[in-house]
Structures are given as structure tokens and as C-alpha cells.
């Protein structure tokens, strides 16, 4: 398909190209960013991550990023080496040294660090964390809802690996994608291992069914901070809003569909598996969810 596109697009921009980077407390010209071979992020996927975005001089939900990334690393067992305090500072100094005020996008990341050798045991990484956040102007530009495909990769059972991780490691979700572009669509459209519909590749997933907003239980997938935003919205709003299962055929019939992440806040979708999810465009249930939250990101920045 030539007018691919994905849920993370954005406009280009020719200031990504000489961009600081932080490794390790220091905040370096891009070209000169780099970690070992020996890391265990690069080696194994071994570490944990967050993706903030920056409006008006503030990064939205910061304290909800924070405790998400917190946990994460708790349960993989990673300490982190650095406070709350210490990461919002080295994000303001990432903000400042790079000039931005708004419409930026970070991604921070920590892996279990430079291992002695190269094998997958944890206790070989005796260096501390790698520590890195990868700052970008960024400005979302999807020419077009999105296209999505259901896949054979579906979101497994908590104890093989939690969906609620966000590991380097997205071997399943990547592999997801791929299945999806070959199937002639942008990104995928996961299942849980019950078969209900779950989660996409890369975002959380909702409908709109009769004036109803529905998204999964919440098993198996991400605890998107968006996702969680988007039913507050709707309880305080009026909007019927229910996490619950729903099947493909539930999701093939729905009025709207959409995505939610913090990159592209919400994103519609006009197509799954080669069905149109109602007109094709984005629907008023849509149209308004994403004002109300446009509304929550100008009062959680004034
Ligand atoms: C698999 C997956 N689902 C959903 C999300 C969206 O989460 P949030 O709304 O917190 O950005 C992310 C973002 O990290 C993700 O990786």
C-alpha cells in the first residue's frame, strides 16, 4: 500500500536532526548519543520506558508517567538511580538545552545497564541503569484515520510477560505490526487470549456503539494514561463509557472506532480488517472526546 502511514507520525522537522540527548546525566549533541553493545536494553530488551508529551512548558500527567515507570521498574526488579525528582529535573534540563516549549515528545528510558558479558543473566549488569530520554519536536500529522487489521499475535496471560510493561521488549507487538502491514493495513488490532478484541500494536483501543464508548476490561493490555483520561472524560461528561468484552463482530458493527496514546491523544480509525467503521471518517463521539481531552491538557497546563 503507498499511502502507508502510522499512529506516530509526525510533521518533519529539521531541528530532530541536531537534538541533545541525555545518557547517563549528561545532555550530549545527538550524533555523539550512544550506549554500549553490552547493554542489556540493546541485548535483551531488558529495561522500561515512558513516552511524555510537552504542552505549553509542561509535561502532561507527568506524576501518572512517573508512577508507571516506578512500578515497571519495581517489578522487573530494576532500580532506577534516580529520584522523581532527579528524572522531572533531567527532563526540564533535556527541555531547556533543546529550546522547546511545547509540541515536544520524550521518550525516557532505563535498562538494566552495561553487562560484563554477553549473556542474559541480570546479575552480568553490575555498571547501574542506563538512563536515557530522547527528546523530539513534534507535531502529530495523520493525513488519514487509521486502517487496522486483526493478527494471529495476540495479548497473552500476565505471567509470561505483563501487557501492563512497558518493556523495551515489544518482540510481540512489533511482529503484530509487521502481520498487519502485510495484510495491506497501518498497524494491528490485537485480541486477548479469549479472543475479544484487546489492544492495538501500539495504543489502547476503544468504540462507539450507540452513543456507548467501550474498551476492553483492561486485562491484557497497557494501563494507557490516555486510555484511563479518555473514560474519566466520559463519566464526568455524560458519555456512557464501559470496560467490557466485546467481540469482532461488536467492533465490525460499531459506529466509531478510535485509538488512544499519549503521542496522537486520539486518533480515529476508518477501516479493520477491510470493513468501513462507519462513514469512514471521525465520528462526533470522537470529535468530542478529543475536545474534552484538548480541554483537560489546556486546564492541566494553565
Ligand atoms: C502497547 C501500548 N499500548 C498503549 C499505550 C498508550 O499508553 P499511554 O496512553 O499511557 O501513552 C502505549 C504507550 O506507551 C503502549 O506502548
Known amino acids: 500500500m503507498n499511502d502507508h502511514m502510522t499512529t506516530h507520525q509526525a510533521e518533519e522537522d529539521a531541528r530532530n536532526e541536531d537534538i541533545k540527548i541525555f545518557v547517563n546525566g549528561q545532555v550530549i549533541p545527538r550524533a555523539d548519543a550512544k ?3 553490552y547493554d542489556s536494553g540493546f541485548m535483551l530488551g531488558d529495561g522500561v520506558w515512558e513516552g511524555l508529551r510537552l504542552y505549553e512548558g ?3 500527567f507527568a506524576d501518572e508517567h512517573l508512577d508507571r515507570l516506578f512500578e515497571a521498574a519495581k517489578a522487573i526488579d530494576l532500580d532506577i538511580g534516580m529520584t522523581r525528582g532527579e528524572i522531572l529535573e533531567a527532563l526540564e534540563q533535556v527541555r531547556a538545552k533543546n529550546g522547546m516549549e511545547t509540541d515536544a515528545h520524550a521518550r525516557l528510558m532505563v535498562t538494566r545497564g552495561v553487562k560484563v558479558r554477553p549473556f542474559q543473566h541480570p546479575s552480568l549488569s553490575r555498571s547501574g541503569p542506563t538512563v536515557v530520554i530522547i527528546m523530539e519536536h513534534s507535531r ?3 493525513p488519514r484515520p487509521i486502517r487496522l487489521a486483526t ?5 497473552g496471560l500476565p505471567m509470561s510477560q505483563d501487557a501492563k510493561l512497558n518493556s523495551h521488549s515489544k518482540l510481540n507487538c512489533v511482529l503484530a505490526c509487521i502481520a498487519a502491514e502485510k495484510a495491506g493495513a497501518d498497524e494491528a488490532l ?3 487470549v479469549h479472543g475479544f478484541v484487546n489492544t492495538t500494536n501500539a495504543c489502547n483501543f476503544f468504540i462507539v456503539r450507540n452513543g456507548e ?15 484511563r483520561k479518555v473514560i474519566e472524560l466520559c463519566r464526568t461528561n455524560g458519555i456512557p463509557v464501559y470496560e467490557r468484552n466485546y467481540s469482532l463482530v461488536d467492533t465490525y458493527g460499531a459506529d466509531e472506532a478510535f485509538l488512544t496514546g499519549t503521542f496522537g491523544a486520539q486518533t480515529p480509525v476508518s477501516e479493520i480488517d477491510g470493513r468501513h467503521i ?3 471518517k471521525m465520528g462526533p463521539i470522537t470529535g468530542r472526546i478529543r475536545q474534552l481531552y484538548k480541554d483537560l491538557i489546556a486546564a492541566e497546563v494553565a
Request: with cysteine; hydrophobic share 35%.
Open 35 to 37: 550506549i554500549s553493545v
Open 58 to 60: 509542561t509535561w502532561a
Open 140 to 142: 502529530p500529522s495523520l
Open 151 to 155: 493478527v494471529p499475535h495476540i495479548r
Open 190 to 192: 490485537m485480541l486477548d
Open 213 to 227: 464508548v467501550w474498551t476492553s476490561t483492561g486485562d491484557y493490555c497497557m494501563n494507557g494514561i490516555t486510555r
Open 278 to 280: 462507519g462513514d469512514g
